[in-house]
C-alpha cells in the first residue's frame, strides 16, 4: 500500500510505497481528488489471478496477518486460499477477509487495481 508524509498543515508531502520514518499515514485515494477522478475513469478490476493477489498481500505487508485470517476460517476458506487460481474481489471470502483486514471499498478497488498490473 502506498503511504504518505503529511506537513503540520496537512499537505501532503511525498507518496511512499512502504511506510517511512516519522510522520507517514497510508495514503487513501480519496486524499487526492485527480485520483479518484482518475481511478472512476479506469475499468474496475474483478478478479486477478492467485500470484497477482499474493504478491499484493506480500508488497502490502499483509501476507502473514491474511494467513493468519484463514487459518481460522473454515476448511472451505482455507481450502480456498490455498488452491484456487484465481482471487475474485466481490466474492464472499473476499468481503470476509478485506472487512476483516478493515478495508474500505476504494481500499479494494486500489488493492485490486494494483495487483492486476502485477
Do not use: C
Request: charged share 20%.
Amino acid at each position: 500500500m502506498p503511504f504518505v508524509s503529511r506537513s503540520d498543515d496537512g499537505a501532503i508531502d511525498g507518496v511512499f510505497e512502504q511506510l517511512q520514518e516519522g510522520r507517514a499515514e497510508e495514503y487513501l485515494a480519496a486524499d487526492d481528488p485527480a485520483i479518484v477522478a482518475h481511478a472512476n475513469a479506469l475499468p474496475k478490476v474483478s478478479s486477478v489471478s492467485a500470484r497477482q493477489f499474493r504478491l499484493m498481500l506480500r508488497r502490502s505487508g499483509l501476507l502473514d496477518q491474511v494467513k493468519a485470517w484463514v487459518a481460522q476460517q473454515d476448511g472451505e476458506t482455507q481450502d480456498a486460499f490455498e488452491y484456487s487460481g484465481t482471487f475474485v474481489k466481490d466474492s464472499p471470502m473476499m468481503a470476509a477477509g478485506f472487512a476483516a483486514m478493515g478495508f474500505t471499498s476504494q481500499q479494494i478497488e486500489a488493492f485490486f487495481a494494483a495487483a492486476a498490473s502485477l
